[in-house]
């Protein structure tokens, strides 16, 4: 799954090819849903989101089958014993995204969808040649499906018998709007189902082509993450990750600020875990030693650590898609945690309870071939803690992003270009240290937003923290030559 899937994402080839294939699955005879279908779809193009679909229960009354998405919360919260603290209101355990609450079929194979106004988008999916049928109007516009054929192919590796439509947009004359729908793809396999579509839910205010890029049954793509998947190399890969960790009232020896870095020397593959033979250099910062040896590494390919639908709520806000990392685009898994929220099996709902005192705050950033790119924890008291690891250095498949943290016998050296922060986390204030001025700094929240902007920052300098709310930041530094530099921050009360 894991580098070959990347591969072809990293060469911009299409995972779709159209080739003479001879030989075909049969299956569920182009059926775009099946009761027990779990699908990953990305948008086009680049994947930078995923949307899940995972039919919790399928219904059947008066000749309509529907298929009820994230069917096990209901629409209205109702008295329980689950008594929540400071109001009676709680976070849905599943939430649709995107493909609306429901999906009707008639006997027919008409197919009708509901966006969040309950209007339908009906896809009738005829095979008549030359065939359009109406998916939505309204008084500005409409949308069509124009059947286009069929051929074999390959979907995601799977051999596999593909009809085409695609969408026309118009106006209500017959012209043609130019849109990110108009002429957009929608695609069904005999075996597989539907594979080229587009988000319902805001659906038409937004128009937001949408791929299969993974599914559960059978298993094809991104369909779980496991750590295999999470840590690809191969030999001559590197990647440097630092490990910090602070306790406010703890004894010294428990907190740690250690550099480890892994170079791949070689990759063994078998069904069920990848190793590697590896040299791993560990730099411990409050010594200032260095030590270099030989180490195996190994991950599992079956154990799970999320898996479709993985935009399911479960206590934790969780994000997966398409990042750019130096030009090596890779799979990233984000999950938040909803500090001081507990679980009520009555409502099938999250809610906020009484924690006696602020809960743990924390964040993960996973990423498909770099392992654990970011994570930390932090709890505000004062016997609290901060903890963070994060990747601060890598090279892979050749190419090398970011600045890797190297150690003399008395200090932190910094390699050209090379910016440091220090103390991270930082409570009221920070400093940072850089081997060339630099042209600015500024400082993104983890929403993407930006909470300062400082002009002319020097080679070096102190910046006041406060105001700004405890988490985790991104630090952008310019340099002279016009490139940027990251770093990342935790910012603890």
Wanted: glycine share 10%; proline share 6%; with cysteine.
């Amino acid at each position: 799954l894991g580098s070959r899937f990347l591969q072809s994402m990293r060469n911009g080839s299409t995972w779709l090819s159209f080739l003479a294939l001879t030989t075909v699955v049969a299956g569920q005879d182009f059926s775009p849903f099946m009761p027990d279908s779990r699908k990953l779809f990305g948008t086009v193009p680049g994947y930078a989101h995923t949307f899940g679909i995972a039919f919790d229960s399928t219904t059947v009354e008066g000749g309509i089958t529907t298929f009820h998405n994230y069917m096990n919360v209901r629409d209205t919260l109702t008295a329980s014993s689950c008594l929540w603290w400071g109001g009676d209101h709680c976070y849905k355990q599943d939430q649709p995204t995107w493909a609306g609450r429901r999906i009707e079929a008639d006997a027919a194979g008409v197919h009708t969808f509901f966006n969040r106004w309950e209007e339908p988008v009906t896809l009738q999916f005829s095979t008549v040649p030359g065939s359009q049928t109406l998916i939505y109007a309204d008084d500005q516009e409409q949308f069509l499906l124009s059947y286009e054929g069929e051929s074999e192919g390959s979907v995601l590796g799977l051999a596999e018998n593909l009809r085409h439509w695609k969408v026309l947009h118009q106006d209500l004359g017959g012209q043609p709007i130019n849109s990110a729908l108009n002429d957009a793809p929608v695609l069904v396999g005999q075996t597989v189902g539907l594979i080229s579509f587009f988000r319902i839910d805001s659906f038409p205010l937004v128009l937001q082509p949408v791929e299969l890029v993974g599914q559960s049954e059978p298993p094809l793509g991104l369909h779980a993450i496991t750590p295999a998947f999470l840590n690809d190399f191969q030999p001559g890969d590197e990647i440097q990750v630092h490990d910090y960790a602070y306790y406010n009232m703890g004894p010294p020896w428990q907190n740690e600020d250690i550099y480890r870095k892994w170079v791949i020397l070689a990759r063994t593959d078998s069904p069920t875990e990848v190793i590697y033979n590896c040299i791993v250099t560990v730099y411990n910062v409050d010594s200032a030693t260095e030590t270099t040896a030989p180490s195996t590494l190994t991950f599992s390919k079956a154990d799970v650590i999320a898996a479709i639908p993985f935009d399911r709520y479960n206590g934790t806000q969780s994000w997966l898609g398409m990042r750019d990392y130096c030009g090596i685009p890779l799979w990233t898994y984000r999950t938040d945690n909803g500090p001081g929220l507990g679980y009520c099996v009555e409502e099938n709902c999250w809610g906020p309870f009484d924690t006696n005192g602020p809960p743990p705050q924390g964040e993960t950033i996973r990423v498909g071939g770099l392992g654990t790119f970011l994570s930390g924890t932090s709890l505000t008291a004062p016997e609290g803690y901060s903890t963070s690891i994060g990747v601060v250095y890598f090279k892979k498949n050749g190419v090398s992003c970011m600045d890797e943290v190297v150690l003399s016998t008395s200090d932190l050296g910094l390699a050209p270009g090379g910016v440091m922060v220090f103390p991270s986390p930082a409570d009221e204030s920070f400093n940072y240290r850089s081997s060339t001025a630099v042209t600015f700094l500024e400082a993104l929240d983890s929403q993407g937003r930006s909470v300062a902007l400082l002009p002319s920052a020097g080679s070096s300098g102190h910046v006041d923290t406060e105001g700004w709310p405890a988490g985790f930041y991104l630090l952008r530094f310019g340099l002279p030559d016009g490139n940027s530099v990251l770093r990342r921050l935790v910012v603890s009360r």
